[in-house]
């Protein structure tokens, strides 16, 4: 590597090490009464809590007094997780919830509705990836897309209807990815046409977002995707995340007519690379630190912004 790539990198590194002690020193500072808005009563779900990130942004909301519904696919592992929160004297309760299950997500919403008549925040967590380091298979990206993207739609349509109506508003918070960037500086989408359309608010529609995951599942079938435009790393996790950013944006703005005291925001972020299981536990952060920015967007006290992309508590551009 060259010098001037070297200190390039260098500094990226040092930039990233800064705002990772600004943050954990923004995280000491307790939110004042005034802008707790939540209490005991306030109801987050999160999905694929049972371990790493999920598990994380669930502690978390519940050390800041939430109730959490600690939400997991195998429900012998989600009893366990749950356990060790409640033994921290933390309201926390578990249910099975595969997100890709259409049976299982009606149980869930019927049991949610019996038991708390509604939820204040969803946090969108499960997701899946196969691809470690430089691979780049794509003998699973349906199910990557099934579960990171159509899984997540999913699971917003079955919970809107169950957030509760509050002046503060109710949240939804998708763990997404900054590898689904359509402006990041690597891995863009090579069609021009196409990207200007999912990156312009006014064009985007599920239909387009749903055909260009389609397009490339086609593509993946026909053995034509390494010459589709796609993002070049990790092409099918990254084109599930593009999706989920999207949906975001495309949410938030069908979701703004709604009245005062019934609004739901909805924003995204990336959370870092993080030593999760996801990731072979080779990332350069904790999974604690990785829910910091979920957690923090799941809380925001006033600015209440919707529709966007964020990292590291800042907002960056999709
Ligand atoms: N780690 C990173 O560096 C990184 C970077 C960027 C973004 N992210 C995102 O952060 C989130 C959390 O990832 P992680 O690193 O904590 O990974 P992880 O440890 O692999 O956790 C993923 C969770 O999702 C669950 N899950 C997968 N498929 C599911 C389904 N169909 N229904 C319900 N739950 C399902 C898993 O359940 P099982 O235990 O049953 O498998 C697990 O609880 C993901 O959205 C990921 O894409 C992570």
Known sequence: MDKKHMDKKERAKERREKRRQEISLLRTIPYSDHQRWWSKETIAVVTGANRG?????????????????????????????TKVLQEGG???????????????????????????????????????????????????????IGTNYFGTKSMIKAMIPLMRHSSHGARIVNV????GRLNGKKN???????????EDVE???????????????EQVKDGSWTSGGWP???????????????????????LSDRPEGEKIIINCYCPGSARTAMTNWAGQISPEEGADTG????????????????????????
Not at 176 to 179: A, V
Request: charged share 20%.
């Open 188 to 198: 863009r989408i090579g069609d021009a046409i196409l990207k200007q359309g999912l």
């Open 232 to 254: 070049e790393s990790h092409t099918d996790y990254s084109i599930s995340k593009l999706a989920v950013n999207a949906y975001t944006r495309l949410m938030a703005k069908m």
């Open 90 to 144: 933390l309201n926390v309760f578990c249910h099975q919830l595969d997100i890709v299950d259409p049976s299982s997500i009606n149980v869930f919403v019927e049991w949610v509705q019996q038991n708390y008549g509604g939820i204040d925040i969803l946090v969108n967590n499960a997701a899946v990836n196969f691809n470690l380091g430089t691979d780049n298979s794509v003998e699973f990206a349906e199910q990557v």
């Open 176 to 179: 997404s990815s900054r590898l």
């Open 53 to 81: 990130i999920g598990f994380e942004i669930a502690h978390q909301l519940a050390v800041h007094g939430l109730t959490v519904i600690v939400t997991s696919r195998d429900t012998g592992v989600g009893e366990e997780a």
């Open 203 to 217: 064009t985007l529609s599920e239909e387009l977002i749903d055909e260009t995951v389609n397009k490339f599942l």
């Open 295 to 318: 957690v923090w967007l799941a809380l925001l006290p006033d600015q209440l912004v919707t529709g966007n992309f964020f990292a590291e508590r800042r907002e960056l551009t999709f």
